[in-house]
Every structure is written in structure tokens, then in C-alpha cells.
């Protein structure tokens, strides 16, 4: 079997993430400052390397993406979410966008 080169950047990306994933929990468990330091240098390099994977293999069309995930701006049209009036009801007296219903500022 012949892999092509969206196949090998595909297995490579896909390691690299589960690297990442390795080096991110060792970080979350390292008690030690000086070795959690270096673990995060070393995933921040991983990652580094995962951006150029994805870029690569997004510039040549192997990694499409959802609309919702590249920063393009949407408006209520499109993502159906209504502001503090909206479809979650009116917000009352005393009350800031954020607030549950019922809560007052104090509980903020």
C-alpha cells in the first residue's frame, strides 16, 4: 500500500495531538516547578509543530473547516442567539447581561 502525503500528514498530526495530550497531563501532574516549566516549553513546541501541520494541510485543501470555527463573524440570523431580551426573556430590574434570573448583584 502506497501512503500518499495527506495520509502521512494526517497519522503525523494526529500523533502529534496525542502527544500533546501526554505532555499536557504531565504538566497538570508535575509537582516539581522547574520539570512543569519544561514540560510546558516542550508542549508549546508540540503544539507549534501541530500548526504548521494543520496549516500545510489545510492551505492544500485536506483539512476543511466549519465556518463556525474560523472566526468569521456571524449574527443572530445565523447562530440563532438572541441577547439579554431575547428569547430567554426580559431581564429585570437591577440586572446586568450574565446574571441568572433571580439573582441579584451581591450574588455576582
Do not use: C
Not at 494543520?54 to 445565523?78: C, Q
Not at 431580551?85 to 450574565?98: D, F, H, L, N, S
Request: net charge negative; charged share 20%; no cysteine.
Amino acid at each position: 500500500m502506497q501512503f500518499t502525503d495527506r495520509d502521512i500528514l494526517a497519522d503525523m498530526l494526529i500523533g502529534a495531538k496525542m502527544i500533546s495530550t501526554g505532555y499536557h497531563t504531565a504538566v497538570l501532574e508535575a509537582a516539581n516547578d522547574r520539570v512543569r516549566n519544561t514540560l510546558i516549553q516542550i508542549n508549546n513546541e508540540e503544539m507549534s509543530t501541530q500548526k504548521q501541520i494543520f496549516d500545510l494541510m489545510h492551505s492544500r485543501g485536506w483539512y476543511p473547516l466549519d465556518p463556525v470555527f474560523t472566526g468569521t463573524p456571524m449574527g443572530p440570523e445565523a447562530t440563532n442567539i438572541r441577547g439579554p431580551e431575547g428569547t430567554m426573556g426580559r431581564m429585570g430590574p437591577g440586572m446586568t447581561p450574565g446574571m441568572a434570573p433571580g439573582m441579584g448583584p451581591a450574588q455576582m
